[in-house]
Structures are given as C-alpha cells and as structure tokens.
C-alpha cells in the first residue's frame, strides 16, 4: 500500500495489557552544522522487552580510526552527546492526535507530520518531521506483522521525512533544515537470546531512500532463522520497490574498543526488486551510538556454551551505490546518509 | 538482607506466572527441574514443572537442573515484583544462567 498518512491507531502505544510489548516512537534529523554533517537521535521506547528509556544522542565528529599492527581501531569522540535516561512513560490520543510524554521528550504524532519536543537540557529540540514521500512499511503493508525470529512478531513503519526546527546541543542553537526519520514500530514477544546478527539501514539520497532490515536467528529448537524486509524509493522515477531477496555482507572490519569486539567499518548491500537490483556501499560515519549498554555475559550459559556477548548500537552511515533496473537504466545514488543499526549476540 | 517472608512470597510468584487464571499450565507438556541458587542466603530452592504444572518449591539441591538460575535474593524479588528487568538483570551479570535455548524462551513467562 502506497500512502503518506500513518493511520492515528498505530501511532498509538501498542498491547499496553500485555506485561511484555514494545513500543517506540524514534526521530533522526541529518543535517549541517557550519558546513559539517552532523545527526542528532531522540528515541522514546516503551515496554518490558528492551527497557523503558529514552535516548538522546548528537554525533559531530568524524570517525576516529588509528591504524594498529594487527588492526584498525576505532577511538571514542569527547565531542558527540549521547545521554539514556530512565523515563516514566505516559500518553494521551485524541481523535487527530497522539501525544507520547517520556521524562525529556514529547513525541506528538499527526496522521501527516510528527513533532518531537525535547528539553533535555545538554540537547533539547524541537522539530517537525514530514513525510518525502510514501511511507516505508515494515512487510511492505501497514500494521504487517513481519516474522522476525520464530517468536518475534514486528510491526511498524519507517517514514523517510523532510526535517526542519532547531536543535541546541550544549547551549548552541542549530536551525535545522535536514531530512531524517519518524520511527513507529511494535512487539509483543522477543527471545533476544536468539538472535546473532542484525542489520537494520535506512537512507536518504537525494534522489531516493529506503530502508531493509535482515535477521538471522536461532530458534528454540535450535535451528537456523531467516528474516528480510525492504523498501526502497526512487523518487525521479516515482518507483515504490519492495525488497525480494537481500544480502548484507561486511567488506573490512574495525575494532570497538569500547566493547572489547570487532564491528563491520564498511558493508556492502544487494537488495533485488522486481524492476531491478539495488547495489550499496554503507560505511561508518560517526562513532556509533549504543542502543543498549554493551553487555559481557559471563553468567549466561546456552545450550551448555557459556559466556556470551551482546552487543546492540546504532551506527552513522554514509552510503554510495546505484539502482540498476531490469532494462540497463541506472539510478546513482550518492552522498547518502542514514543509520545502520546492528545487533550481534554471539559467544564470548 | 531480604526476610523470608518476601523470599517465600517471590517463589510462589514465579510458581504462579506457570498457571493462568483458569488454573490451567502456562506452558502445557512442559517438564523441568528449575533451580534457584540464591547466593547471598546461599540457599538451593528447587521446582518441578510436571506436564506445565509447577511444584510448590523446595529448599533442596539438585545434581543436575534443567535450568539453574543464579542471583541475591533481592534481585529475586525484584524481579517478581517487576522494579527490576529481566534481561537488564542477566545483562549486568546480577543474574546467572544455565538454560536450553528453548527455555530460554519459557523462562520468560516465569522470570
């Protein structure tokens, strides 16, 4: 289904009587600073699954990478922001508006445009996001329920938005006029044990956008577990393409210091539609932001291996590629932007 | 230090997240020796789940559980009474582990 409007029910919180869901309401906005690219996130996520919290984060820096003898190193940067406090969640619908208050940040939800409010004194916001096109919906349809692992259920949907307002980071005001994202998604029922590796990636060019999500997984039986999904966009040519086979494949790796493991630094990704194939090249940007802390779980033991590591950020991208359609035409696609977001749970 | 009274409350608790409101198992043909070690008491209270319906919980060591879960009893409590999450809790290492990845996923309803 092709459309602009979310619909204001799921923009409401979702499975609110059950005691495990997920909710989130999470806003990007891309832009530049002084001639620099910079990408400020505000996340509000509701639910049991994944912890009630809301995350700010404001990355500037380039990628601080030092070439070391057996690996190349990714070093922190004291000038990005990321701050995740705890929040009490609450909301409030009525029948043209959904208005979600966690702690910091008010998320105030139109069928057409959103507005995200934040008060957080090291980065407050205030900003209105507006669809650039069709909405890009999780399995294609809204509402669809994708079969992410063997228990996970996803629904939700990825509006690829035209940004503007202003962002203060650290008492310095930025007016924004950027593009960036307005994600709704939902769940009910998560074993996030199993899964092993995650690609999340939207992007925005200047001629196109889209989003894809792969994951693999282990089921309770202990059996391999595919999932997929993808949209992409191209806007001359008015093409709304979903995904029909996708790949993620990482081309050179950087240590994370930070969490002790190795992290994709450039990934390539094949994405084929029915009116042709989509090729991209996504590389870091910024120093990722985390999701949730990095966790060395000395204590798990899983099917009698013990020890395991999670790991679950978000990471600033560029991305470079092209689409080429079944007929020979070719769409490049350049200076891209976006986030790919990653989850590996693997052994220690 | 938690009094006994909380402590027993807690086990029943999560002896009562396996049966639903009709009195009917959760988790129906499910049979499993779950082990609580709480390290501060340095007590072994031990469950069985025969075909999805739970024991009351003894205090008694097992040679080998399904399932051994490993934590203070304040965290125990805590997370019966729902101030702290569970996969919070096991990723700060306040709680230890030893499960099939297929009770993982059933640990769920009673953790």
């Keep these: 289904m092709r459309t602009e409007l979310f619909t204001i029910d799921h923009l409401r919180p979702k499975f609110l009587e059950n005691s495990e869901r997920f909710n989130d309401w999470y806003f990007t906005v891309h832009f530049k600073h002084e001639g620099k690219p910079v990408l400020a996130k505000f996340s509000l996520t509701e639910g049991s699954l994944l912890g009630q919290a809301t995350h700010l984060s404001f990355s500037q820096a380039p990628l601080d990478l030092r070439e070391e003898p057996d690996a190349l190193v990714m070093k922190p940067s004291s000038a990005d922001l990321s701050v995740h406090p705890n929040a009490d969640f609450s909301f409030a619908a009525v029948e043209d ?78 007016d924004v006029q950027g593009r960036g994202l307005f994600e709704r998604v939902w769940f009910k029922a998560l074993n996030f044990f199993e899964i092993r590796w995650m690609n999340w990636i939207y992007a925005h060019f200047d001629n196109a956008y889209l989003y894809l999500c792969h994951c693999e997984s282990t089921t309770s039986e202990n059996q391999p577990f595919h999932f997929e999904t993808g949209d992409v966009y191209l806007e001359l040519e008015d093409d709304l393409l979903a995904g029909t086979s996708l790949e993620v494949m990482p081309e050179t790796w950087v240590f994370f210091e930070q969490v002790r493991r190795f992290i994709p630094l450039e990934q390539s990704v094949v994405m084929r539609t029915d009116k042709g194939t989509l090729k991209l090249n996504v590389r870091l940007a910024h120093y990722p932001q985390m999701a949730q802390d990095p966790a060395r779980l000395e204590g798990l033991t899983i099917n009698n291996i013990p020890g395991w590591g999670s790991l679950f ?25 976006g986030i790919n977001e990653v989850i590996r749970i693997a052994p220690l | 230090m938690t009094d006994r009274t909380e402590l027993a409350a807690a086990l029943d608790t999560a002896r009562r997240r396996l049966i639903d409101a009709e009195g009917h198992p959760v988790i129906p043909g499910w049979n499993r020796q779950i082990e609580y070690y709480f390290s501060d008491v340095d007590e072994h209270w031990l469950m069985a789940v025969v075909d999805g319906m739970p024991a009351e919980p003894v205090q008694e060591e097992s040679d080998d559980p399904d399932i051994r879960i490993t934590m203070s009893s304040e965290t125990f409590i805590g997370l019966m009474n729902g101030t702290i999450n569970g996969l919070k809790a096991v990723t700060s290492g306040k709680v230890r582990v030893k499960a099939s990845m297929a009770d993982m996923r059933q640990m769920q309803v009673f953790m």
């Design chain 1, 313 to 337: 950020y978000d990471g600033p991208v560029t991305l470079k590629g092209k689409f080429t359609y079944k007929d020979g035409r070719v769409v490049e696609l350049v200076d891209g932007v």
């Design chain 1, 97 to 174: 508006e959904v208005r979600i208050e966690m702690g910091d940040l008010i998320a105030i939800c139109r069928a057409d445009e959103q507005r995200l409010i934040s008060k957080n004194e090291q980065l407050s916001a205030d900003l209105t996001f507006r669809p650039r096109g069709p909405i890009l919906f999780w399995n294609h349809e809204p509402g669809a329920e994708c079969e992410v692992t063997d228990v996970t259920r996803v629904s939700g949907s990825e509006s690829l938005s035209e940004v503007t307002g202003s962002v203060t980071v650290q008492g310095q005001k930025m």
